[in-house]
């Protein structure tokens, strides 16, 4: 009787599952190089351009959210960190959490969590009003009129 075993590598054309694990790595890869460049930008436009952290006030964040290049780069910044911080936790369960079931209700619980906040963020995000009624005018963004 003789039995072949196939190679280690070779693709079974039966099975065609997503590799989730790889393009969890991809993700984090590209996303860590993106956060870079989000962070650093965001940091370097709120602290080093103007008046520094002096000027960070609700005038100012309603300010740039006014803008839709801020509106877009701060919802960059949210999705990816989120989608990010969730993959990681997502790995460290994976390695550490050993039961099954406690395994997949502790994944369970990081992507609600992560998709509960990103819907929170966008919210806010595309919902913040910079000249709200009856805000003292002192406190507001510039372009605010009184209402």
Not at 55 to 66: M, Q
Not at 101 to 127: P, Q
Request: proline share 5%; net charge positive; charged share 15%.
């Amino acid at each position: 009787m003789a039995m072949t075993i196939d190679a280690p590598r070779a693709k079974s054309p039966a099975k065609k599952n997503t590799n989730w694990e790889k393009w969890g790595w991809i993700y984090m890869r590209v996303s860590g190089v993106l956060l870079v460049v989000l962070v650093f930008g965001h940091l370097f436009s709120n602290l080093m351009l103007g008046d520094g952290i002096s000027a960070i006030d609700f005038g100012f964040v309603g300010g740039k959210l006014a803008n839709p290049f801020w509106k877009v780069w701060d919802l960059l910044l949210l999705w990816l960190a989120l989608i990010h911080g969730a993959n990681g936790m997502r790995t460290i369960v994976n390695d550490y959490v050993v039961r099954p079931g406690l395994n997949k209700v502790l994944r369970t619980l990081v992507w609600l969590s992560a998709a509960l906040l990103i819907l929170l963020g966008t919210l806010v995000i595309f919902t913040f009003d910079p000249c709200p009624a009856g805000a003292d005018p002192a406190l507001v963004a510039s372009f605010c009129t009184v209402k």
